[in-house]
């Protein structure tokens, strides 16, 4: 066993004092950060102000033209289509909406011209002002009035409150959703990253033919087991850095994309082109993201349960796929012939990230989740996923916990009868008919 420790610190310290540890270990927050933050900013500071030039020659916008959004306003020109389309050239606009003599039982004929591409938000706009101008002429023409209409709209909030065996608690469908594809992520890119990184090192020794002189000394359980524990101490080491790091820039970036510091922007940079629009509009998205807000702190997540259960399946499914990304490295010469094994490994990862979206979020205790959480090859980032959203049974969560421990110990088993022949075998492509034959030899 001390020679298994000996290997460990050896796997952990030549890792960690690598340059590109290091730099992973900084940068790693950022990414992370950016991928949240990046896109909330883009969308905020993007292109606002856009110029819709409208030829209306069927008399669509007779009354008035669509009020100013945050990001587009329309002006009216010519409603010949000619002549519509000079102006458009000349002024210099964003789009040119052409609206052709309509049946307002069918409306139909609808045309945007643009220079380049047209964005498909600044489309999807631009569909809704239509449809909207639609809906207001058939009301009109029905003797409905529109306002009386906007008056029967009820704005509902609902309150999710949850029932269990311990009581009433709020929660929150999107916070729990947000929780469980963070947890669920973190548990399979650091599977992928560091099982791997096991696959890599006992080749790389296999090629090298170092591992000749190190079972020398060394059993080829103990030393496969050496490089699992030490790559597994790199993983939580880079782990618990990028969660401090990330506290403190998300605390630093969460300040400015505050929902007033948003609203306050959405106002400076849409007041020239939408007049008074933007002040209602820089309302609605504080009121938006103080509700955001709300909910997280409303949100009833058992943390301490959700952390612990973390670090057991982090733990848990990399010790289990890292014994089986190590057996596929000392089974092959070089990383071309991983592929025929990788697949059958990786399937079932890729496998409930697929499924995670149709079943797992949507409903977390049916039958899909249930069987997903117990099977020990998915059940590192199925359960995780369930937890967030409550309502997992005590004992689903520790026959869950007993079946991946039981299956971690045969994967060792597996592993290692691979492991102790194939370490060894040079210059053969590996079929599975031969690995199973490894599995019988005796010695």
Sequence with gaps: MSKTWLIAQREYLTRVRKKSFIIMSLLGPLITAAIF?????????????????VADAGGLFTDKLPDAKDDISFTRVSADLPAAKAEFNKAKYDALLYVPKLDMANPEG????????????LQRDIERSVENAV?????????????????????VDLQTISLSDDGERSSSTGVSTGVAYICGFLIYMFIFIYGIQIMRG???????????????????????????????????????????LSLGITSVVAGSISPDKIAQNQVERVNTAAG???TVKAK???????EMIQAL??????????????????????LFYGALFGAIGSAVDSETDTQQFMMPVTMPLVLTFVVAQATLTTNPNGQVAFWMSMFPLTSPIAMMMRLPFGGVPMWQLGLSMLLLIVGFVGTIWLAARIYRVGILMYGKKVTYGELSKWLFYKG
């Design 284 to 290: 609605e998205t504080k009121k938006e993201g103080n």
């Design 110 to 121: 609808f045309q945007v011209f643009s220079r380049k591409g047209l964005g498909i938000s």
């Design 297 to 318: 702190k409303n949100a009833d997540i058992n943390v301490p349960l959700i952390v612990g259960c973390f670090l057991f399946y982090f733990l848990g499914g990399y």
């Design 135 to 155: 809906e207001a002429q058939r009301l009109k023409k029905a003797g409905l009035d529109q306002a009386v209409l906007n008056t029967m709209k009820a704005d």
């Design 202 to 244: 006992v080749m790389e020794e296999k090629t090298n033919r170092i591992v000749e002189v190190v079972i020398s000394s060394v059993k080829p359980f103990e030393l496969m087991m050496g490089k699992v524990l030490g790559i597994a101490g790199v993983g939580f080491t880079q782990l618990a850095l990028w969660v401090v």
């Design 37 to 53: 933050a990046v896109p909330v900013l883009i969308a905020t500071m993007s292109d606002n102000g856009k110029v819709v030039a």
């Design 276 to 278: 008074n629009v933007a």
